[in-house]
């Protein structure tokens, strides 16, 4: 089962919930901002500084965090549903789809070739993308979801001609030849399990920013 355990503190300590769905809003469950390490199971999950799935997203593939990046900052929580094989995204030099193209299928530091800071506009064609300002997974970040068409990066994302660095979510347990996974729909609810949480081992992985 697709599940996630968050802590408020580092290290899995103190109290802790158990999601397995949706939460839009962490305050609800009275779980918001107070995230210091988490522990996922499955398919990955998106951690929201804003209730609503608003505001920054932060992207935790399978494995243990006993630290994150952005601790006391969360306000939802977000699984992944879609299918994550076989990625691909066709990044475009000009808005609208225009000029060059260059199709990605893996994690590819656009510095080292023609399309650093140069695209305008994507396609995906498959996979969840995670798209940075700069090499190295480095600076500003966004989302981008299967089937979207995003014509304009300088007014939809004020992101054009910044990006350098690019990435598809991953899961292990992904179906080859991205078949059917087994997962069931989106939907909201709240938390299955409250208690201290006292145990779990580090893996000395930090979040995905």
């Known amino acids: 089962m697709n599940r996630i355990t968050v802590y408020e503190r580092a290290n899995f300590e103190g ?3 158990e999601f ?16 210091s390490s988490l522990k996922v199971v499955g398919q990955p999950w998106i951690a929201y500084t804003d209730p609503k799935y608003e505001g920054e997203p932060h992207a935790f593939e399978e ?4 630290s994150i990046e952005r601790p006391n900052s969360f306000s939802a929580l977000r ?16 808005p609208n789809f225009q000029g060059a193209c260059k199709v990605v299928t893996e994690e590819t530091n656009l510095a080292y070739g023609y399309f650093n800071d140069r695209v305008a506009s994507h396609v995906v064609q498959r996979g969840v ?5 700069h ?19 300088k007014l939809e994302l004020n992101f054009q001609s910044r990006l350098s660095h690019l990435r598809p979510l991953y899961w292990t347990g992904r179906t080859a030849g991205g078949g059917d996974t087994g997962l069931e729909g989106t939907r909201a609810c709240g938390s299955r399990r409250v208690r201290d949480g006292r145990c779990g081992r580090s893996a000395g992985r930090g979040g995905v920013a």
Do not use: K, M, N
Request: charged letters at 20%; hydrophobic letters at 30%; glycine letters at 12%.
């Open 15 to 17: 109290l802790s919930r």
């Open 20 to 35: 397995t769905c949706d939460v839009p809003d962490l305050h609800e469950l009275d779980f918001g901002d107070c995230i």
């Open 63 to 66: 494995g243990e965090y006993p």
């Open 135 to 153: 090499p190295g997974r480095g600076g500003w970040h966004c989302l981008a979801w299967p089937g979207e068409h995003l014509a304009d990066y």
């Open 79 to 94: 699984l992944v549903h879609h299918d994550l094989g076989d990625p691909q995204i066709t990044l475009y030099e000009h």
């Open 129 to 133: 993308w995670l798209l940075y300002q």
